[in-house]
């Protein structure tokens, strides 16, 4: 689902659904209260718990900045986990990831993080009884990455890392008269660190919170078959689809992003836009399209051997490229909770 754009300015249907966003407030400071005051436990793991996620609703590009932080968690030698609600998935309680799990099983977004990094991975309503089951099965990881969370407080974080469009704040209203989930004015709450990075992905610093600038990239295209295989030397570079017929579907919060980026690569294309973690049950293009673009967050709902004969889906995945500071602040952050990272040398991190 597109955002309002009412979400970003204060008109008149902002106006009116201000009172409510304040009935909004109110709940947030008692759930927040519960925990403040010891009425619910925080639960404190063994290891450092990393969040990443946003303060306002849809797309801000929280999925592929946690893949980069766990893309530079394994290049530094620390073995990491993801422990996930599982948004749109079937299944209930908690649920490890394995080599055969399914969107069903996980949820799109977590099954996508499991299989682009290949890190243990949890799902479940309760992070804290996910957090646990991860640990308990695979006690070699050194530290959580809670994939979204920022506003679940049944978890103790010791890092936050939050993430920002385009959009910044919007009209700065929380919901539904804007769009943000939380009230960022709120005090960290007992037994968590109010330390926290800030991470600008569309490479302008629209949020009123100094952070580092990144850019989302799209680079390579993969057959469908090639990627759940994960055969990288059969991607192709967009510019070879440049002069084909194409659609580019997108499951997204916001697929007007992903056609943007598209056409910036001077690929011309039919867009289809759907829904917000589309399940793909039946196929939404016809079955005579030549190409079909995909992102990698739908690419996970469709096996190659259920699409017709002579169609050709290219998985396009998404990537973030962030500064070196961002590097190095990510790394001294972390180096404060664990100690030096075991993949570098020892020593003072370079200016």
Known sequence: MTPPRAWQRRGWAARLLWPLSQVYRLLMALNR??????????????????????????????????????????????????VSRGYGRASHGVVLAHRDSTAASLGDEPLLIHRRSGVPLAVGERRAEAVQALLAAHPEVQLIVCDDGLQHHALARDLSLLVFDA????????????????????????????????????GVQAAPLHGHLAQRRLNLAWPLADWWAGRRTAAVPLAGLRDRPLLAAAGLAQPERFFTMLSAEGLRF??????????????PWPADTPDVLVTEKDAVKLRPEAMPPGQRVWVLPLDLQAPPDFERELRDALSALLGPPPGLPHGPTPH
Do not use: C, E
């Open 33 to 82: 209260a519960r925990y403040r005051w010891g009425w619910a436990p925080i639960h404190r793991p063994p290891v450092p718990v990393v969040v990443v996620g946003n303060w306002i609703v849809g797309g801000a590009g929280k999925t592929p900045t946690l893949l980069l932080v766990l893309d530079l968690l394994a290049r530094w030698g620390w073995r990491a986990g993801v």
């Open 167 to 202: 959009r910044g704040l919007g009209n700065g209203w929380l919901l539904p008269a804007g769009p943000l989930r939380q009230d960022h004015h709120a005090r960290p709450l007992p037994g968590s660190r109010d330390a926290h990075l800030v991470l600008h992905t569309d």
């Open 270 to 283: 039919d867009p289809l836009p759907l829904p917000d973690h589309a399940r793909f049950d039946s196929l």
